[in-house]
């Protein structure tokens, strides 16, 4: 079983839609949890870093579930420019390593 | 402007030339590591380093070496270079070791193809 995996879609969605992306995580130690979103080609960028308690920047609402050992991502009044491929990634308990899952790809249409 | 700079952004070269991509962070970051990237297999570590002298493999490590002399620095080495290790690399730091409150900041990525 991967360590983190991901929908890879592609998931197309109307403008102004909400879309909701989940990725779940293997091992049950692991201790911090983030979104990266990456345009075609482009470096990863910060999107949000997930808190225990959830946490919201604007459109953008971050939720980790532990029991479940999934994070989601959920995306309200989808823009055309948050098309893009959105990646999560998690810091295995006591490793110094972040691995991330093979992203998602998100496509906003008019 | 805090950034972390990876250069070349594109090499083309060929099989058994030993290259050298280089990245500096001007953040005063700990935390440095590499990752390749490649189609249907995401983001996979190959190395990283907590400190000066100190770096440790990450999931890829095979075919490549690294070194952390200064801070700043944490060039990759790819001694004998093969047509596998084609891919899109990306360096990234962060302030301490990666959590919520010190994420990963990525460079803006160097494009390698082996021939």
Known sequence: RKEV????G??????????????TYSNSASQS???YRQDCRKEPKLLMSVYSSGNEDGRFTAQLNRASQYISLLIRD????????????????????????????????? | EAQVTQNPRYLITVTGKKLTVTCSQNMNHEYMSWYRQ???????????????????????????KVS??????????????????????????????????????????TRLTVT
């Open chain 1, 5 to 8: 995996e991901q929908d890879p």
């Open chain 1, 10 to 23: 592609p998931f197309n969605v109307p403008e102004g839609a909400t879309v909701a992306f989940n990725c």
């Open chain 1, 33 to 35: 949890f983030f979104w």
């Open chain 1, 78 to 110: 989808s823009k055309l420019s948050d098309s893009a491929t959105y990646l999560c990634a998690v810091t295995p308990g006591g490793y110094q390593k972040v691995t991330f899952g093979i992203g998602t790809k998100l496509q906003v249409i008019p």
């Open chain 2, 38 to 64: 490649d189609p249907g297999l995401g983001l996979r570590q190959i190395y990283y380093s907590m400190n000066v002298e100190v770096t440790d493999k990450g999931d890829v490590p095979e075919g490549y």
């Open chain 2, 68 to 109: 952390r002399k200064e801070k700043r620095n944490f060039p990759l080495i790819l001694e004998s270079p093969s047509p596998n290790q084609t891919s899109l690399y990306f360096c990234a730091s962060s302030l301490d070791s990666p959590d919520e409150y010190s994420p990963l900041h990525f460079g803006n990525g």
